[in-house]
């Protein structure tokens, strides 16, 4: 099993920064990207940004130019720089991470409240 812990949620006025952290641990042979994701209420949960082990990156277009995704696959270890936040960016945050053991598998976080306030 894959356990992965998310870090760095809370509230913000409009234009603050937070910064997310996840960690992964458990049964890990390696990892093919992490990423996080988030689901504000009453919407689907959509893609924020992830990174590959290669560190090649990929960002929603409402985060472009203000979110930037890191890590650390030797420390199986994600973050998330969030700047210039806006109300819109409040929901719960989950990391996600791709573990590979010949096939690979999806591991979820339990999520972190990130809000802006306007």
């Known amino acids: 099993q894959v356990q992965l812990v998310e870090s760095g949620g809370g509230l913000v006025q409009a234009g603050g920064s937070l910064r997310l952290s996840c960690s992964a641990s458990?049964?890990?042979?390696?990892?093919?990207?992490m990423g996080w994701y988030r689901q504000a209420l009453g919407k689907q949960r959509e893609l924020v940004a992830l990174?590959?082990?290669?560190?090649?990156?990929n960002y929603a277009d409402s985060v472009k130019g203000r979110f930037t995704i890191s890590g650390d696959y030797a420390k199986n270890t994600v973050y998330l720089q969030m700047n210039s936040l806006k109300p819109e960016d409040t929901a719960v945050y989950y990391c996600d991470a791709e573990v590979n053991y010949g096939p690979s598998y999806h591991y979820w976080g339990q999520g972190t409240q990130v809000t802006v306030s306007s």
């Open positions: 458990g049964r890990i042979f390696s990892m093919n990207t």
């Open positions: 990174i590959t082990r290669g560190g090649s990156t």
